[in-house]
C-alpha cells in the first residue's frame, strides 16, 4: 500500500511518496515558486531525478506535475496515481479542536480553515493543497491530516495558560499549542523501543534542534510541556527566530523604531536568533566556522543558545521531577556533536553522563550516554513524513 505525504506551503509543495509495505521512500521532491512561476524537483530512492520548470498558478497545478514526475518522467516509480491509497498532510495548526489524526471531512476542513487565524502562514496554504489534492485526484481519495499541535494537546492548564488577562484566552483563544508535535511522538516512541518499556513508564525530555527548536517534557506517555507557544516563534533562540523575550524589550524597540506588529513579526521571526546575534547566517554550520576563526559574535550567538538549551533541559527534568532519557533530533540535534557534548556536559547534576567515542557518531540512531550513566541519551533521527504516512494508513 503507498501512502502520498504533503507538507504545504504558501508557495511550496514538499512530497513523499511511501511503500507502507516495508516504510521505504519511492521518491520525494519539492515544487517551489508555485503562484509566481513553478518549478519541481523529483529524486527516487534508486537516484533518477527529474527536473523541469513548469507553470503553476495554483497548487493544483503543482499537485498534476508531481503525477506527471512519479508516472510519467523518466524518474516515474508508479504506472498511475489509482496505486496510491491516500493523502496524508502535515498541518502545523490544530487548534484545542484536534487531539489527534483524522479523515479530512468537509466539517474537518473548514476548522482547519478556521484556525487560520492562530497560523496565518500556514493553515490557508494546507486548505489550499487539500483543495488542489480534491480536484486533481477527486473526492474518492481518502486525505488524512496529522497536526504539529496534536500531541502537545495533553498539557495541562498551568503549562498551557499564559499569564496576561484571561479574556484574551477567551476571545480569541492566545495560549500555548507548541510545535514539532509529531517529530517529538515519533522520536519519544523510538525511545520506548530502544528502552524496552511502555512510554507510560519513562520520563523523556526530547529536544528537535534544527531551523526551528523546540524541547518536549514527556511523562506518563504524553507531553506535560513544550518550549514553543502560541507560535513556533516562543522558546529559544533558533536559526533566525528570537524564542522567548522580555515584551517590555519589544514594545521599547518598536516605540524607538515605529515599527508596526508585520515589522515586528518579521524582525523577530526572520532577522533574530543566530543570525541576528552572530551576522553570519542562520545555518550553525557557518556560524561555527566563524567562531573557530575567532569571530566574537559567532561565539556568543552559539553559547547563547547552548546555554538556552540546558536551561529548558534542567526546567523540564524539574517539572517532571527526573528524567529517564534525553533524545537529541532535528539537523542540528542529529549533526552536531559539539553542542550535544556541551549541552551533556552541563548535565552531569543529574547523573547524565556522554561517551564521546560514541556521541562522535552523525545522523545515526544511536545512545551516546556512558554505561553508568542514569540518564540515557540518544540520537535519533526525526521521520515526520513516515509518522504522518503512519497515521494515514491506520486512519483508512
Ligand atoms: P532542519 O531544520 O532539521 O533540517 O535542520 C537544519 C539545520 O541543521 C541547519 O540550518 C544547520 O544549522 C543544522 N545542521 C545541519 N548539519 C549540521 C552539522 N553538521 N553541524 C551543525 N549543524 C548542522
Known amino acids: 500500500m503507498k501512502i502520498f505525504v504533503v507538507n504545504a506551503g504558501s508557495s511550496s509543495l514538499k512530497y513523499q511518496l511511501i511503500d507502507m509495505d516495508n516504510e521505504q521512500v519511492l521518491c520525494k521532491g519539492l515544487c517551489e515558486r508555485i503562484g509566481v ?3 519541481i524537483s523529483h529524486k527516487t530512492s534508486d537516484g533518477r531525478k527529474y527536473e523541469a520548470e513548469t507553470a503553476m498558478p495554483t497548487h493544483s497545478e503543482a499537485f498534476e506535475a508531481v503525477v506527471y514526475a512519479m508516472t510519467q518522467s523518466d524518474a516515474k516509480v508508479i504506472e498511475s496515481f489509482d496505486e496510491v491509497s491516500a493523502i496524508g498532510h502535515r498541518i502545523v495548526q490544530g487548534g484545542s479542536i484536534f487531539k489527534g489524526s483524522c479523515i479530512i471531512t468537509p466539517q474537518a476542513l473548514q476548522d482547519i480553515d478556521e484556525l487560520g487565524a492562530l497560523a496565518p502562514l500556514h493553515n490557508p496554504a494546507h486548505v489550499l493543497a487539500i483543495k488542489a489534492c480534491i480536484k486533481t485526484f477527486g473526492e474518492e481519495k481518502p486525505q488524512v491530516a496529522v497536526f504539529d499541535t496534536s500531541f502537545h494537546q495533553t498539557m495541562p492548564s498551568k503549562a498551557y495558560m499564559f499569564p496576561i488577562p484571561y479574556k484574551y484566552y477567551e476571545q480569541y483563544k492566545v495560549r500555548k499549542y507548541g510545535a514539532h508535535g509529531t517529530s517529538h511522538r515519533f522520536v519519544s516512541d523510538r525511545v520506548a523501543a530502544l528502552e524496552g518499556k511502555d512510554k507510560k513508564d519513562l ?3 526530547t529536544c528537535h534542534l534544527g531551523n526551528g527548536c523546540s524541547i518536549t517534557a514527556i511523562k506518563d506517555g504524553v507531553c506535560v510541556d513544550t518550549s514553543m507557544g502560541f507560535t513556533p516563534l516562543d522558546g529559544f533562540m533558533m536559526g533566525t527566530r528570537t524564542g522567548t523575550l522580555d515584551p517590555s524589550a519589544i514594545t ?3 516605540e524607538k523604531e515605529n ?3 508585520a515589522d515586528l513579526n518579521r524582525i523577530f521571526n526572520k532577522e533574530s536568533g543566530v543570525l541576528g546575534v552572530s551576522g553570519i547566517s542562520n545555518d550553525n554550520r557557518d556560524v561555527a566556522a566563524a567562531a573557530a576563526e575567532g569571530n566574537e559574535r559567532a561565539a556568543l550567538a552559539l553559547e547563547m543558545q547552548r546555554y538556552q538549551i540546558i ?3 534542567g526546567s523540564y527534568a524539574a517539572a517532571m521531577n527526573g528524567v529517564d532519557a534525553i533524545v537529541f533530533t532535528g539537523g542540528i540535534g542529529e549533526n552536531d556533536a559539539t553542542l550535544r557534548k556541551v549541552v551533556c556536559d552541563s548535565l552531569t547534576y ?8 560514541k556521541n562522535a557518531i552523525r545522523g545515526e540512531e544511536v545512545k551516546i550516554s556512558t554505561d553508568d ?3 540515557n541519551l540518544y540520537i535519533i533521527p526525526t521521520n515526520e513524513e513516515l509518522a504522518i504516512a503512519r497515521d494515514t494508513l491506520a486512519l483508512i
Open 37 to 39: 512561476s513553478g518549478a
Open 203 to 205: 520520563k523523556i525530555i
Open 252 to 254: 521599547f524597540i518598536a
Open 259 to 261: 515599527l508596526s506588529p
Open 311 to 313: 536551561k529548558f533541559i
Open 350 to 357: 543529574l547523573g547524565a553522563y556522554i561517551d564521546d567515542n
Open 373 to 375: 550513566s542514569k540518564v
